[in-house]
Antibody, heavy 115, light 107 residues
Framework: EVQLVESGGGLVQPGGSLRLSCAAS????????MNWVRQAPGKGLEWVSQ???????FYADSMKGRFTISRDSAKNSLYLQMDSLRVEDTAVYYC?????????WGQGTLVTVSS | DIQLTQSPSFLSASAGDRVTITCRAS??????LAWYQQKPGKAPKLLIY???SLQGGVPSRFSGSGSGTEFTLTISSLQPEDFATYYC?????????FGPGTKVDIK
């Protein structure tokens, strides 16, 4: 079964860093466009970042310069390095594979930025 | 950035009802629109891609239509498991954006 499993979330202080991981099963992650999407508590969905199969990367404006998307083909995994975290970055972070649209999604990992 | 608006933001309906949700884009996006269903505590689930293509495994009571700036998601006969929040998404240009959501609740 094609599956994505996120990990790495947790509690971090404002200004801190966190690295999220997304492990893929039953497909080759580097052959697809992959995305990170977040959802703040009680709010809607917000696209965060994308990495193409070519390796090209794209970011939402509010994340540029603070977040870095990457992948490891050997580990068949996607990553999101988050630096200079702010209280407003508190959210569940999902990874999602993209072909025509986003499918499948992982179960999400919660990031809480608080002092 | 392309803004997506959804209407209504909330609707109360009964099982068996026909439900229509509208998504409008601030500029033309051809057919580069998807619809997702999300239940509390769960990840979103893809229902419709390319405005009108039904994702595999999704019941045929779900359908999508539209192109350019106006799109609709229709549920022909609402089932108990369909009570959820629905989001549209444009993948036409960066940044990828989502609509604010439509919550479908039980009347």
């Amino acid at each position: 079964e094609v599956q994505l499993v996120e990990s790495g979330g947790g509690l971090v202080q404002p200004g801190g860093s966190l690295r999220l991981s997304c492990a893929a099963s039953e497909f080759t992650l580097s052959a697809y466009t992959m995305n990170w999407v977040r959802q703040a508590p009680g709010k809607g969905l917000e696209w965060v970042s994308q990495i193409h199969s070519s390796g090209a990367t794209f970011y939402a404006d509010s994340m540029k310069g603070r977040f870095t998307i990457s992948r490891d083909s050997a580990k068949n995994s996607l990553y999101l390095q988050m630096d200079s975290l702010r209280v407003e970055d508190t959210a569940v972070y999902y990874c999602a594979r993209q072909y025509w649209a986003f499918d499948p999604w992982g179960q999400g990992t919660l990031v809480t930025v608080s002092s | 950035d392309i803004q997506l608006t959804q209407s209504p933001s909330f609707l109360s309906a009964s099982a068996g009802d026909r439900v229509t949700i509208t998504c409008r884009a601030s500029q033309g996006i051809s057919s580069h629109l998807a619809w997702y269903q999300q239940k509390p505590g769960k990840a979103p689930k893809l229902l419709i891609y390319s405005a009108s293509s039904l994702q595999g495994g999704v019941p045929s009571r779900f359908s999508g239509s539209g192109s350019g700036t106006e799109f609709t998601l229709t549920i022909s006969s609402l089932q108990p498991e369909d009570f959820a929040t629905y989001y549209c998404q444009q993948v036409d240009s960066y940044p990828i954006t989502f609509g604010p959501g439509t919550k479908v609740d039980i009347k």
